[in-house]
């Protein structure tokens, strides 16, 4: 009983030894299995609250922007665009869209609209006046009674 080790024969050792290599190739595909499963919730869970923040943000986004993006996309400009100091045709007819539906739609004052749109207050409210008579539009709270 020479080889005999910890109250084991050779052959018990080896089978063990067997049972335990077994073992951890088995364990060792599930550990690598679970592994992925779990990087994979990991992805999910990221791309679930990256689209829970992409809701909130849009929804806490001020009213002012939503109103400058609707503009932008109906006039097919982007909103970076209204917002430089390009004068193109097209471009300008859609910014004074923007000041009079800022000016209607909301409780902003000229001068507010113009920290927004980085523009001074006269030029909202020339804005304003322009759309009102390109569109045929009674211009709001009597701005066509003010000095021109």
């Given at each position: 009983?020479a080889?005999?080790?910890?109250g084991?024969?050779?052959?018990?050792?080896?089978?063990?030894?067997?049972?335990?290599?077994?073992?951890?190739?088995?364990g060792?595909?599930?550990?690598?299995l679970?592994?992925?499963?779990?990087?994979?919730?990991?992805?999910?869970r990221?791309?679930r609250?990256?689209?829970?923040?992409?809701?909130r943000?849009?929804?806490?986004?001020?009213r002012?922007?939503?109103?400058?993006?609707e503009?932008?996309?109906?006039?097919d400009?982007?909103?970076?665009?209204?917002?430089?100091?390009?004068?193109s045709y097209?471009?300008?007819r859609a910014?004074?869209?923007?000041?009079w539906?800022?000016?209607?739609?909301t409780?902003?004052s000229?001068?507010?609209?113009?920290?927004?749109?980085?523009?001074h207050?006269?030029?909202?409210?020339?804005?304003?006046?322009?759309?009102?008579?390109?569109?045929?539009?009674g211009?709001?709270?009597?701005?066509s009674?003010?000095?021109?």
């Open positions: 009983m080889y005999m080790t910890n084991m024969s050779e052959a018990g050792r080896r089978i063990h030894q067997a049972g335990l290599a077994f073992q951890s190739k088995v060792g595909t599930h550990r690598r679970r592994q992925q499963a779990e990087a994979i919730e990991r992805e999910q990221a791309a609250l990256e689209e829970e923040a992409r809701a943000r849009e929804e806490l986004q001020p002012w922007k939503k109103i400058v993006n503009v932008a996309k109906k006039h400009i982007p909103f970076r665009v209204i917002m430089s100091d390009r004068r097209n471009i300008v910014r004074q869209e923007c000041y539906q800022l000016y209607t739609e409780t902003m000229m001068p507010l609209i113009g920290r927004v749109t980085n523009r207050h006269t030029s909202i409210l020339h804005g304003i006046r322009r759309h009102c008579e390109k569109h045929g539009l211009c709001p709270m009597g701005l009674e003010w000095r021109k």
